[in-house]
């Protein structure tokens, strides 16, 4: 077993994999992962609208917008409709790079590492702090002359710093040309989405869990779009961007996708 893996403390991709029904975790995962829910009983569903929000957003920027090349940071471990399969189930050709530097999540790269012919899928080890690394290893797969989509779900949660945070985004959509997108999920606590749940259930997390995690304020993640322009419907609860049914229920986790025009 790879010697980076803690079995005796919980660790977001695992607890995530968990509450997405996935098998790829240890009890640990699960104890705090079931605790958290105790404090938060919608987490589930958060998990859930997330993983609904990237498959409708990859379709509609590959089938919709010619978007061709990906670059997925926190890939979290394989489920189904990873990143991949939905681009390439509407373009081939799209090529993928996912980054994460989960020691787990490696192990479990080859699934990760399939790709439709005409297309690529490569794995990248590094973390989201460090975007000079990322956009180093990701130009061997990309071409950065040309547009991608630049996807980061579930992840600046991790980066405490809210200033850290916006400079890693500007890090990455600087080196990406016009054409390019950025796609965003991030929990709140806002009570307009029933963030206040989170509260509790982000301080136990922080206590029994690693890595540490905080949520943000609307007009927080909106920072991170600055001089971007924003898809419709704008900054929602990403179980209500472009839902493809009516009845999506609100979660506290805002999502948004805006495209750089210059």
């Given at each position: 077993?790879?010697?980076?893996i803690?079995?005796?403390?919980?660790?977001?991709?695992?607890?995530?994999?968990?509450?997405?029904?996935?098998?790829?975790?240890?009890?640990?995962?699960?104890?705090?992962?079931?605790?958290v829910?105790?404090?938060?009983?919608?987490?589930?569903?958060?998990a859930?609208?997330?993983?609904?929000?990237?498959?409708?957003v990859?379709?509609?920027?590959?089938?919709?917008?010619?978007?061709?090349?990906?670059?997925?940071?926190?890939?979290?471990?394989?489920?189904?409709?990873n990143?991949?399969?939905?681009?390439?189930?509407?373009?081939?050709?799209?090529?993928?790079?996912?980054?994460?530097?989960?020691?787990?999540?490696?192990?479990?790269?080859?699934?990760?590492?399939?790709?439709?012919?005409?297309?690529?899928?490569?794995?990248?080890?590094?973390?989201?702090?460090?975007?000079?690394?990322?956009?180093?290893?990701?130009?061997?797969?990309?071409?950065?002359?040309r547009?991608?989509?630049?996807?980061?779900?579930?992840?600046?949660?991790?980066?405490?710093?809210?200033?850290?945070?916006?400079?890693?985004?500007?890090?990455?959509?600087?080196?990406?040309?016009?054409?390019?997108?950025?796609?965003?999920?991030?929990?709140?606590?806002?009570?307009?989405?029933?963030?206040?749940?989170?509260?509790?259930?982000?301080?136990?997390?922080?206590?029994?869990?690693?890595?540490?995690?905080?949520?943000?304020s609307?007009?927080?993640?909106?920072s991170f779009?600055?001089?971007?322009?924003?898809?419709?419907?704008?900054?929602?609860?990403?179980?209500?961007?472009?839902p493809?049914?009516?009845?999506?229920?609100?979660?506290?986790?805002?999502?948004?996708?805006?495209?750089?025009?210059?």
């Amino acid at each position: 077993m790879n010697d980076r893996i803690r079995t005796d403390i919980a660790h977001n991709a695992r607890v995530w994999n968990y509450w997405l029904g996935g098998k790829d975790n240890y009890p640990v995962d699960r104890a705090v992962g079931d605790q958290v829910t105790g404090f938060y009983p919608s987490i589930g569903e958060v998990a859930r609208a997330d993983r609904a929000f990237l498959g409708r957003v990859v379709t509609l920027l590959a089938a919709e917008h010619g978007v061709r090349q990906f670059l997925d940071i926190g890939t979290g471990l394989p489920t189904a409709d990873n990143t991949h399969e939905v681009a390439q189930r509407a373009a081939a050709d799209a090529r993928i790079v996912y980054v994460d530097n989960d020691p787990i999540v490696l192990t479990h790269a080859r699934a990760l590492l399939t790709s439709a012919p005409e297309g690529i899928t490569e794995y990248v080890d590094a973390d989201a702090h460090d975007p000079e690394k990322i956009i180093a290893a990701a130009g061997a797969t990309l071409d950065l002359s040309r547009p991608v989509a630049v996807m980061m779900l579930g992840i600046l949660n991790f980066v405490l710093d809210t200033d850290e945070a916006r400079s890693i985004v500007r890090t990455l959509m600087d080196a990406v040309p016009a054409g390019s997108y950025l796609v965003l999920t991030h929990p709140t606590l806002e009570p307009e989405l029933g963030g206040e749940g989170n509260k509790d259930a982000m301080a136990f997390w922080n206590e029994n869990a690693t890595p540490p995690i905080t949520a943000r304020s609307r007009a927080e993640f909106a920072s991170f779009f600055d001089g971007l322009e924003l898809l419709e419907p704008g900054i929602v609860s990403c179980a209500r961007w472009r839902p493809t049914s009516g009845d999506s229920a609100v979660v506290a986790q805002f999502g948004a996708v805006a495209r750089k025009s210059s």
